[in-house]
């Protein structure tokens, strides 16, 4: 059967259910500015997936993996929450959805690795911790390929051989050769650094974690991805299996197999709707305000 696009039916769901996922990928972040990976304009049309995001990449051409990387930090680190990041955190907040859903859990589990849906949980509730899980890592974490060590780090450029080199990047020109020793390297043991995302053939963090959440899960929202890439695109399966509800917000009807809704658009204009019955130019307004 076709999924519905009923909002006042999913809201009565919703109003029942226990336990909510929102399982969310790039799409959650194309308002704040931030590329997808296989839209019309994603970033594996323009850069090779093999040569960039898999340990054999990255041991073959570190040089060329931090470039592509750095350059992604630097979008990342310009962009800011759009008003589906606003959404979700406010939905992440029992008192703000005590009206919607009020005997439910909510965890957001992202494929994104920018920490845009971090970061708007912080700026509008610093003082709680969001219940979000971040399964591909962070562009602005590093990981020590000796010590193991994983760091925070926002440091722009993250080093002063990779400053400068994000335009090469923009302009698909040959990308510079930047000797190991000056690369990012590990304040720790000098190690040389990574970037702290999952790469493919690489097991997701938090893994026994997610497992449980997915288990428990009555409602999946499936936000902005393609499910293309496991194992994030086994979860919705897995609810549906257990008669659980899933729903879609994509733009593209994209990952529809197993929902029993389907929210068509862009996400920063549906969720606020269907999750919160705003409209999504109050959504921004919130922002400012705090
Ligand atoms: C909007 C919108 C708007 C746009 N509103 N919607 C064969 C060999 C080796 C491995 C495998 C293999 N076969 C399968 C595998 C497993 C592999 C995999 O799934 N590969 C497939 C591609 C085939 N997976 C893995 O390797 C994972 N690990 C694993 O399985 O471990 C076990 C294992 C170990 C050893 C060997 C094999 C298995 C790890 C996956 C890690 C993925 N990493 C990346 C890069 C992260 C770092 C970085 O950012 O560079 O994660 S890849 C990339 O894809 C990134 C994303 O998180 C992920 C998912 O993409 P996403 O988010 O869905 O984005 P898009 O662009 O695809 O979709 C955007 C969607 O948004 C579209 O639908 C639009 O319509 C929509 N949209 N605007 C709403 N405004
Ligand atoms: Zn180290």
Redesign the pocket.
Known sequence: MAPSSDVTKFQSILQKSRHIIAI?????S??SGIP????SD???LNYT?SD??TPRAFRKNPSKVWQF?HY?REIAGKALPNP?HIALALFSQPDQRKEIAPDAEFTLIT???DGLSVLCSQMLFPSTDPPIIEM??R?FETLCTQCGDRMPNRDSPICPALAGTEELVKSHAKERQISLEDLPRCPKCRGLLR?G????????LHDEEISELVDQADVALV???????????LFAHSVAERKGTVAV????P??IGSAHFYFP????Q?LPRVLLGKEPDKMNGILQQD
């Not at 997808?36 to 839209?39: D, I, N, P, Y």
């Open positions: 969310a990928g790039a799409g959650l194309a308002a997808t990976f296989r839209g994603g970033l594996w997936l960039l995001a990387y992604r589906a494929q994104n690795v591909h890592g562009l970037p995302v999952v790469w493919f053939e690489e097991s997701i936000i902005g991805t393609s499910s293309r890439v496991a194992p994030a695109n917000f994509n733009t593209e994209q990952g658009g862009p996400c920063e549906t």
